[in-house]
């Protein structure tokens, strides 16, 4: 890594801190961008296999060229006619703007938005690798990844992504955009030119990270919320477009369960995103009771009744395995034994 000193006095850190702070909170921000070299791989070392690897692209030459990914802290954002602003070192500046298209008006917490352009001949794997920096340019093999726009958000089914294509111009207004390791630094304004979040970068003071080479990507490493600062993100040699950012040899992952409160699954009883076998033993555990929590639906599907049976039971059987399973789970004999016996007497009664 780029290790760069700070060359600030403890006294000056402290001091400018809270100004650092205020500049990075906001409604969106930026939770990774690339800056891998075009003729560049993530960085690799042997011993770590997790590195120099992309989630979603794996490895390939530039790491998947320019992008930025976003994340939504607040419900029902609109950030029509918002920008994004970024300068480097070349010197060199530019401005991407959101459209006025409707895809943009409400935006809901917990989503995440990867702005990229397409390249030609982005695959998905590689051939001759040579040692473990990659420096050498390698032969591609493989289908072109699509990167065009997708907004098929299914929170339901654990799709919280949405990808945007830099040329979709029913969604920028404007296109100038690149991400670099030279000193890059992005601010989101909204439309009325007031800064939302940023600027973050490697030379935003309060960057407490190494410096991003040629061979890293910048990001958040904290979970997302209007609370993060620039003194909260990183380098690093492994990325995650579009999918929550992991740091500290994979030890740490985001957690985005706060901002996606307001998401729930019907018959989602313990809000793990999921209905399976832990909501129906809320069910069974408490029977016959008026339980609050397991008290769902009354007659019809209705409002809470004050009564646990068979209309809530009915509820989280309709939607069973809605949502995504956190883990792969066998019933129990007595559970599957249970839901069975409850199963068909529901079957008796609608007869």
């Given amino acids: 890594m780029n290790l760069r000193g700070i060359g600030y006095s403890a006294v000056l850190l402290g001091g400018l801190f809270s100004a650092s702070h205020a500049l990075a ?5 930026i939770n990774e961008y690339n800056g891998v070299g075009e003729a560049k791989f993530l960085e690799h070392d042997s011993l770590k296999p997790w590195e120099g690897y992309d989630s979603y692209f794996g490895r390939i030459q530039g790491n998947g060229g320019n992008w930025v990914e976003l994340v939504v802290t607040v419900d029902h954002l609109d950030i029509r006619g918002w920008t994004l602003e970024y300068t480097n070192a070349d010197p060199d500046a530019g401005t991407l703007t959101f459209s006025n298209d409707a895809r943009w008006s409400n935006l809901r917490a917990g989503t995440i938005i990867t702005i990229i352009e397409t390249v030609d001949d982005l695959v998905p794997e590689v051939a001759n ?8 340019i390698a032969d591609a093999v493989g289908t ?7 907004f098929s958000y299914d929170p339901g089914n654990g799709d919280w992504w949405i990808n945007a294509w830099l040329s979709d111009t029913s ?22 030119g007031n800064t939302i979040s940023g600027p973050i970068g490697e030379a935003v003071f309060g960057w407490l990270g190494g410096g991003i080479n040629s061979q890293e990507v910048g990001r958040l490493e904290l979970n997302p919320s209007s609370a993060a600062t620039v003194s909260d993100y990183d380098d ?4 995650t477009f579009g999918a929550p950012n ?6 740490f992952v985001q957690d985005f369960s706060a901002i996606r409160s307001w998401f729930t699954i019907t018959g989602d009883l313990d809000g793990d995103g999921f209905v399976g076998l832990s909501d129906l033993d809320i069910i069974l555990n408490n029977w016959n009771s008026s339980d609050t ?3 769902i639906a009354g007659p019809a599907g209705t409002s809470p009744d004050g009564f646990v049976g068979l209309d809530d039971l009915d509820i989280v059987l309709s939607n069973w395995n809605a949502g995504t399973p956190p883990t792969i789970a066998v019933p129990e004999p007595t559970a599957a034994l ?14």
């Fill in 338 to 351: 249970t839901l069975l016996t409850l199963g068909a007497t529901a079957l008796v009664r609608r007869k």
């Fill in 293 to 295: 929590t397991a008290d």
């Fill in 246 to 251: 992991d740091w500290d040899d994979q030890s």
């Fill in 171 to 192: 969604l920028f207004t404007t296109g100038a955009f690149k991400t670099d390791n030279d000193d890059w630094a992005g601010t989101i304004k909204d439309d009325q």
């Fill in 25 to 29: 909170a906001g409604e969106l921000v």
């Fill in 144 to 150: 072109p990844f699509n990167v065009d726009t997708d």
């Fill in 129 to 136: 690798l040579q040692d473990n920096d990659f420096n050498y």
């Fill in 236 to 239: 690093a040699d492994n990325s």
